[in-house]
T-cell receptor
Framework: GQNIDQPTEMTATEGAIVQINCTYQTSGFNGLFWYQQHAGEAPTFLSYNVLDGLEEKGRFSSFLSRSKGYSYLLLKELQMKDSASYLCAVVDSNYQLIWGAGTKLIIKP | GAVVSQHPSWVICKSGTSVKIECRSLDFQATTMFWYRQFPKQSLMLMATSNEGSKATYEQGVEKDKFLINHASLTLSTLTVTSAHPEDSSFYIC?????????????FGDGTRLSIL
């Protein structure tokens, strides 16, 4: 079966750095997405990785290791507005998007 | 770019009513659109994949006759919840993908919060 694992909830302090991990076992791999979803709102696209390595976009970076079936989202200089759920999603061999359950990130002052 | 508009944002109606939700890609063409449902504090659940000019592909457990999907053009897909009941109350979200391959990101509408009394 296809499976994506990410922690249910994480807590971090404003101004700090947090890393949200995602591991996956899917039938094929055609890329991995990270989305941010604030409570009561629809998800918004953050990043896409298909090759190994780190992609940096401002305060957010995403890393991929295809051999390990592993990705992480790194958030730097945390702000209160970063409190949200972060969803990991993998594109499988049929180009279907397999969603993780999301990690709820709580930022404390 | 890649803006998806979903309408309406909120619907409150009586049990037995049918409700239509529209999803439009405003600045791009989308051969494929997706319909999701999300219950409070739960993850996104894909209901169906909507393909322009053909029948939608429904996920297991989703009733085709209950959730009617029409994708009549490259910029519009509609979801109709027929004879809605309180258990259909949920957050319904559509997304669309630009026509450049399956590894393009899905862009989401703002969602429709459906409450059936």
């Amino acid at each position: 079966g296809q499976n994506i694992d990410q922690p249910t909830e994480m807590t971090a302090t404003e101004g700090a750095i947090v890393q949200i991990n995602c591991t996956y076992q899917t039938s094929g791999f055609n890329g991995l997405f990270w989305y941010q979803q604030h409570a009561g709102e629809a998800p918004t696209f953050l990043s896409y990785n298909v090759l190994d390595g780190l992609e940096e976009k401002g305060r957010f970076s995403s890393f991929l290791s295809r051999s390990k079936g592993y990705s992480y989202l790194l958030l730097k200089e945390l702000q209160m507005k970063d409190s949200a759920s972060y969803l990991c999603a993998v594109v499988d061999s049929n180009y279907q998007l397999i969603w993780g359950a999301g990690t709820k990130l709580i930022i404390k002052p | 770019g890649a803006v998806v508009s979903q309408h309406p944002s909120w619907v409150i109606c009586k049990s037995g009513t049918s409700v239509k939700i529209e999803c439009r890609s405003l600045d791009f063409q989308a051969t494929t659109m997706f319909w999701y449902r999300q219950f409070p504090k739960q993850s996104l659940m894909l209901m169906a994949t909507s393909n322009e000019g053909s029948k939608a592909t429904y996920e297991q457990g989703v009733e085709k006759d209950k959730f009617l999907i029409n994708h009549a053009s490259l910029t519009l897909s509609t979801l109709t919840v027929t004879s809605a009941h309180p258990e259909d109350s949920s957050f319904y979200i559509c997304s669309a993908r630009v026509n450049r391959g399956g590894n393009q990101p899905q862009h989401f509408g703002d969602g429709t919060r459906l409450s059936i009394l």
